[in-house]
């Protein structure tokens, strides 16, 4: 049986975009994926010329780069640029639009993308609140189409080693998690997207769905967890005075009869090499090394002496992305399958599971006294 082949339309054009789109271009084989392939078919920008200079760069590729398969095997062929959204969104060949904009912008375009009657991978955070993404949801649901924040990191292999030790049971219920998503941006001397609170910057939004989505893997998804709305109980935010975003924000998240996870995003600080996020369990702890979005390394690691389990020796797990893929071909991948199945939500990365997420960063940002406090989203308009 041939493939299940889906034609992209991409919006936007920045560094996300370009990557997905490589990732697109890459042979699934290497990845030993048969099943699903991708083309790409649409390509909306500001201007047809910034739109054209994006396929040209990925046209260009060498034959050492890995996406230049996709361009020998004809998986640009005939890509239209656009020099706006609608068009894409509009296109009759696009059968699902990946949104890579601005954070403020993805309520605006996911839900012009839908109620063209196109499926949609939107980069995260999914949006700017709750409201904006319960809206695209009822869209999605009323019209019967896909949606899915592109949380990349869950669809990678090491996140299914990480769950699969867990669910084994070696190392027991977990008892306390901590993950952090830190880098030294060198505030002072930038000004970039990261600290620009029109495009919504800050430490919290951009940073956050990495140790979040560590959380949810190892404890929301924990076989013991039976709390299915976990909330923040406490929470911090320091301002970046220059621009008045958050340069670090912090918060608790309780879930009930399981245990409590610090989260932590920080723009003035490295982060801990080998130890991004650590699940701290009965029998032992696991580490998952730096960085938190593209990991390749995961450490069991036994309890301090006085508190010894059964892992007695530290042990090394090495479990990177295949050859050639950077990350984004797995979720395009996933995008692929539900559509071929008819799905309008996927199973790995559902609605209420971003819906929670969604919900802790609004706590935090309105718990805070960074510009974006009191900001309103724009559902309903």
Sequence with gaps: MAPYTVRWGIIATGGISKQFAKDLLVDPSSRDVSDVKHEIVAVGSRSVESAQSFIDHLKSAKPEDSW???????????VKAYGDYHGVYNDPSVDAVYIGTPHNLHHRNAKDALLAGKPVLCEKPFTMDVEELDELISIAKEKNLFLMEAVW???????????????????????????????????????????????AGGALLDMGPYPSVWAMLTLHHDKHNKDKDPKVITSHQTIYKRTGVDANSRWVVQWDGLCQAALLTDLENSGLKEATAVVQCEEGDLCIEYPPWRPETFHLVPRPTHHVGSIKEKETHQVPCHPGNNGMSYEADEVARCLRDGKIQSDRMPWDESRIVQGWFDVVRKNGDSVLKDYKGQAGQ
């Design 68 to 78: 230049s398969w996709g361009v020998q095997n004809g998986l640009l062929d005939g």
């Design 153 to 199: 990191t869950r669809f990678h292999p090491i996140a299914y080693a990480v769950q699969k030790v867990l669910d084994s049971g070696r190392l027991g219920r977990p008892k306390r998690f901590a993950a952090d998503f830190s880098g030294d941006a060198k505030l002072d001397a930038t000004g970039d997207r990261m600290i620009d609170p029109e495009l």
